[in-house]
């Protein structure tokens, strides 16, 4: 199926990171949220902020350095 559990509440599939509400949910959820990301553990989509001066999206494990000249605050 490409689904596998990393933990009690982290799932992946093909890769992408996805969270299971609550603390006995057996299946996952959903995928991180865009602008954040999932180490494992994960019982909400908003696990850990992405950093500035990187970038996260859905689905993500870590987050991923921006390329040079391109990160602007917003």
Not at 10 to 37: E, L, M, Q, V
Not at 46 to 57: A, E, R, V
Request: glycine share 12%.
């Amino acid at each position: 199926t490409g689904i596998y559990q990393l933990n009690q509440h982290t799932y992946f599939f093909h890769g992408f990171r996805f969270y299971c509400a609550g603390d006995t949910n057996p299946k996952p959820t959903g995928p991180c949220s865009p602008g954040h990301y999932c180490e494992g553990g994960a019982s909400t989509p908003i696990q850990f902020i992405t950093p500035k001066g990187h970038f996260s999206s859905s689905a993500a494990s870590s987050p991923v350095q921006c390329p040079v000249g391109t990160y602007q605050e917003v």
